[in-house]
C-alpha cells in the first residue's frame, strides 16, 4: 500500500504557444516526469497534470516519498580462472577488493560459470532525486525553439517566472534550483483579474483555490468543456448552430485561463463572398466561432472567448467586430480581385510556381494531369470519359486556383475556391465539383469523390504524385512521408474499391503503366518497369493495411 504522500508542482510562465499546448507542454512533461519518478509509484497512486497559457505543472498523489531497496548483482571473473588449487587468483583478488569482501565464500558461484556479488542498495528519498527529474522531464519535451531571456545560461520555450514545490503540503528543496527558481508555496492567478499573491496550501485543493482567487480553471480538458458547453448553449439561444472547426476549440483552451463567450456579428455585405473564406478567415486570424442557419449557411452573427470578465462587455464586443470587419474587407477584395480574370487565365500562371525542380513547375504537371485524365477516362471507363469538354476542362483548372489571390492568403481553401471561380466563369457543376474533389480523400475517414469525372481527376492527381515522386527518388522512409505518398496509395486504393462497377479494367499494374509512360523518361531517375513494381508493392501494402483495420 502507497505512503499517503502527495507531491505537487507548478511552473508560472508567460504565455505558452497555444498550438498542442496540451500534448507538448503538459502531458509531455507528466508523461517524462512519470518515468523519472517511476520507482516511487505504486498501483495507489492516483497521477495528474494541468496546463493552461501561463501554468504547468502535475499532481502526483499517494506516492511513496522513499524507493524501495533494490538488489544490485555485480559479475565477476569466471570461475575457471578465478580458482587455482581453490585458492583465489589475482582476477578474483581484484574482484573481491572491488566489492569489499575478504573472502570469496561470500561471492556467489552461479550455474552460468561465473562469480557474482550480491548487495542490498537502500532507496533515495524523493527529496534527493526530484530536481534532477524535473530538469530532466523539461529536457525532454517537444519543443522546437527553446529561448534564453536576460543573461541566464539556461532555456525554455518562455521565460519561467515561480516555481511551486510542494511535498506533504510543505515546500521542498529550497536551497536549489529549476530554471534559476527557488521553489515557494506562493503562485499567482490571472494576469488581470488577480493580483495579489496565493498560497498553495496542497494539491487536493489548488484547483478550487485558483478558480475561486485567481480566476483560473487550470485543467485543460475541463476549461475546454466549458467553453464548449458556453458555445452551444449561446449558439442554441439563437437558433444557431456552431459550424465544426478542427482545432479552433482546443486552441482557444489554449489561449485562455478564465474563459468567457461573448457573441458579436459583422455586415450582412459580407455574406456575399463564399462562406468558406469568411469562416476560415474568421478563425485563422481571430480565433471566432462561425454560426450557421438550419440551412448550413453562415449567419452574420459568431461568438468568441474572452480571457476576462468584463464589467462592460460591450466594449470589448464592439472591438472585435471592429477588427473582423477589417479582416473580411481583406477577403472580399481578394475575392473581387479574383474574379476580375477569367478564371483560365490563371492556369498561365502556374509556370511560376514551382512543383519540384526535378518535376518542372505546377503547368508542367497540369499538362501531365490532362494526357494522364485523359488515357484513364478513356481506357478505364465507357464512352471515352476522358476526351469529353467536361473531363477536359475540369483536368485543365485543376489547380488554377493556386495562383489566385484568396488561395495565396488561406492555402487551405484550395480546391474550393476553384470550385467557386468555375461556377462563376459558366463552366458546368461537374467541373466545379471535380475542381474541389480531386483533392479527396484529404485524410483518414474523409468522403470520396462524387461523380465519375471527379473520381477520374482525383485519382489522376494521386498516381501523378505517386509516380513522380517515387520517380525521382523521394520514397518514405519511417515517419518521414513529406510528399504524402501514403496518403495518396491509400486514396488510389479507396477511390478503385468504390469505383470498380463502373471501371472497365480494375488493374493497378495498368494503370501505374499509364501514368509512368506520361512522364517524358529523363525526368524519371528509375528503370519504369522497376518503378511500377515498386509502387505496385507500396499500393498494395496500403491496400492491405486499410482492409486490414
Not at 517524462?32 to 517511476?38: A, H, S, Y
Not at 525554455?156 to 515561480?162: E, I, K, L
Not at 494503370?511 to 509512368?516: F, G, K, M, S, Y
Amino acid at each position: 500500500m502507497a505512503d499517503n504522500n502527495d507531491l505537487f508542482i507548478e511552473f508560472l510562465t508567460e504565455e505558452l504557444p497555444p498550438i498542442k499546448l496540451k500534448e507538448n507542454i503538459g502531458e509531455a512533461f507528466f508523461n517524462n516526469l512519470k518515468e523519472q519518478l517511476v520507482s516511487f509509484i505504486t498501483d495507489d497512486s492516483k497521477l495528474d497534470y494541468f496546463v493552461s497559457p501561463r501554468r504547468f505543472g502535475c499532481y502526483f498523489r499517494q506516492i511513496n516519498i522513499l524507493e524501495p531497496n533494490y538488489r544490485n548483482r555485480r559479475k565477476g571473473p569466471a570461475i575457471a580462472t578465478a580458482l587455482q588449487n581453490n585458492e583465489p587468483t589475482k582476477a578474483l583478488l581484484g574482484f573481491m577488493k572491488s566489492v569489499g569482501v575478504d573472502s570469496h565464500l561470500e561471492l556467489i558461484m552461479d550455474s552460468d560459470g561465473y562469480f557474482y556479488h550480491e548487495s542490498i542498495i537502500a532507496g533515495c528519498k524523493i527529496e534527493d532525486v526530484i530536481i534532477n527529474a524535473i530538469t530532466l522531464a523539461l529536457k525532454q519535451l517537444p519543443i522546437a525553439k527553446n529561448m534564453r531571456w536576460a543573461d541566464n545560461d539556461y532555456y525554455f520555450v518562455r521565460p519561467v517566472h515561480n516555481l511551486v514545490l510542494l511535498l506533504n503540503n510543505q515546500v521542498i528543496c529550497q536551497d536549489k534550483q529549476i530554471l534559476g527558481l527557488t521553489p515557494s508555496q506562493q503562485t499567482f492567478g490571472h494576469r488581470v483579474m488577480s493580483k495579489d499573491p496565493i498560497v498553495v496550501h496542497d494539491a487536493n485543493s489548488y484547483a478550487d483555490d485558483m478558480y475561486s482567487l485567481g480566476y483560473v480553471i487550470v485543467d485543460f480538458n475541463k476549461r475546454q468543456e466549458f467553453i464548449k458547453s458556453q458555445l452551444i448553449e449561446q449558439a442554441s439561444k439563437l437558433n444557431l448552430t456552431l459550424n465544426h472547426m478542427d482545432g479552433l476549440l482546443e486552441e482557444v483552451t489554449a489561449l485562455v485561463e478564465y474563459p468567457v463567450v461573448l457573441q458579436g456579428e459583422f455586415n450582412p455585405k459580407f455574406l456575399q463572398i463564399p462562406q468558406e473564406c469568411l469562416i476560415l478567415s474568421m478563425a485563422k486570424n481571430q480565433k471566432y466561432f462561425a454560426l450557421l442557419d438550419k440551412n448550413n449557411k453562415l449567419s452574420n452573427k459568431f461568438l468568441f472567448v474572452a480571457n476576462i470578465k468584463a464589467k462592460d462587455p460591450q466594449m470589448i464586443i464592439y472591438g472585435n467586430q471592429k477588427v473582423i470587419s477589417a479582416r473580411l474587407e481583406d477577403a472580399k477584395f481578394f475575392y473581387d480581385i479574383d474574379l476580375k480574370l477569367p478564371f483560365k487565365n490563371f492556369v498561365d500562371k502556374l509556370k511560376n510556381v514551382t512543383y519540384h525542380n526535378k518535376l518542372g513547375n505546377q503547368y508542367d504537371r497540369v499538362l501531365r494531369l490532362q494526357n494522364i485524365t485523359r488515357l484513364i477516362g478513356d481506357d478505364y471507363y465507357a464512352n471515352n470519359l476522358g476526351s469529353s469538354n467536361e473531363t477536359q476542362d475540369a483536368s485543365y483548372l485543376l489547380k488554377a486556383d493556386l495562383t489566385t489571390e484568396m488561395v495565396g492568403e488561406f492555402p487551405e481553401l484550395q480546391g474550393i475556391m476553384g470550385r467557386y471561380y468555375a461556377i462563376a466563369n459558366g463552366y458546368s457543376q461537374n467541373v466545379a465539383n471535380a475542381i474541389e474533389q480531386h483533392y479527396y480523400p484529404r485524410f483518414s475517414g474523409d468522403v470520396l469523390p462524387d461523380g465519375d469525372i471527379a473520381t477520374i481527376v482525383a485519382l489522376a492527381d494521386k498516381l501523378e504524385v505517386l509516380v513522380g515522386i517515387w520517380g525521382i527518388g523521394l520514397i518514405p522512409t519511417g515517419d518521414k512521408d513529406p510528399f504524402a505518398l501514403r496518403r495518396n496509395a491509400l486514396g488510389v486504393c479507396r477511390i478503385l474499391l468504390k469505383s470498380h462497377n463502373t471501371i472497365k479494367s480494375f488493374n493497378i499494374k495498368n494503370l501505374l503503366e499509364t501514368v509512368i509512360g506520361v512522364f517524358a523518361q529523363d525526368l524519371l531517375e528509375k528503370d519504369s518497369k522497376q518503378l511500377e513494381n515498386d509502387i505496385y508493392e507500396f499500393i498494395l501494402q496500403r491496400l492491405e493495411n486499410y482492409l486490414v483495420k
